[in-house]
Structure formats: C-alpha cells, structure tokens
C-alpha cells in the first residue's frame, strides 16, 4: 500500500487526453511529456526529496525540446515541481 503511495501520476489533463506523449530522463529525473498543438503538460515522475524548483524546471524545459523538437516560449512555464504547463515555439510552425 505504501509503495503505491509513492508511484508518480502523469494522466493528463482533460484536453491533452489524446495528444502526443513521451517520457523523457534529464539528468536523473523522468518526466512525461504530454503536448498538443503549442500546449503542453510536464509530470516529474521520479521519485525525489525536495528537488529544488529553478533545477526541476531547467530539466523540464529540456526534457520538452527533446519530447517536441521545440522550443519552451520565454516566460511560459510554470506549476510546481510535479505539474509544469508551457507553450512551444516550434519553427515553421
């Protein structure tokens, strides 16, 4: 029971039900990366004690350009250290 407190959740929003998925590792931490169109959802599924914010958010950006092939839009992201939300800047979009 204890172990299943701890497993991480990465069910998407209502609106990104559907939409492209990928998990991705950045420097120790997974996360599952959910987008559609220039929105999208970040979980941090790895288990952590206290992970610090500027360093799970500098992951999460990282991990999205990898998942998407985009850029996060300066000044877009935001949440906490276990639900982030962006918008991409893709190219040629």
């Known amino acids: ?3 299943a407190a ?3 959740c990465d069910s998407p929003s209502l609106r990104m039900h559907g939409a492209n998925r990928q998990v991705v590792e950045v420097g120790g931490s ?3 990366v959910h987008w559609r169109g220039d929105e999208v ?3 941090r599924t790895s ?3 206290s992970p610090s914010m ?3 958010f500098a992951k999460a950006t990282r991990a999205v350009e990898i998942a998407t092939g985009c850029r996060v839009e300066n000044g877009s992201l935001g ?4 639900l982030m939300t962006a918008r991409l800047e893709c ?3």
């Open 1 to 3: 029971m204890f172990l």
């Open 54 to 56: 500027s360093l799970t």
């Open 41 to 43: 959802e970040i979980y």
């Open 91 to 93: 190219p040629g979009a």
């Open 47 to 49: 288990i952590e004690l």
């Open 6 to 8: 701890l497993t991480a």
């Open 30 to 32: 997974l996360f599952a």
């Open 79 to 82: 949440g906490d250290v276990a």
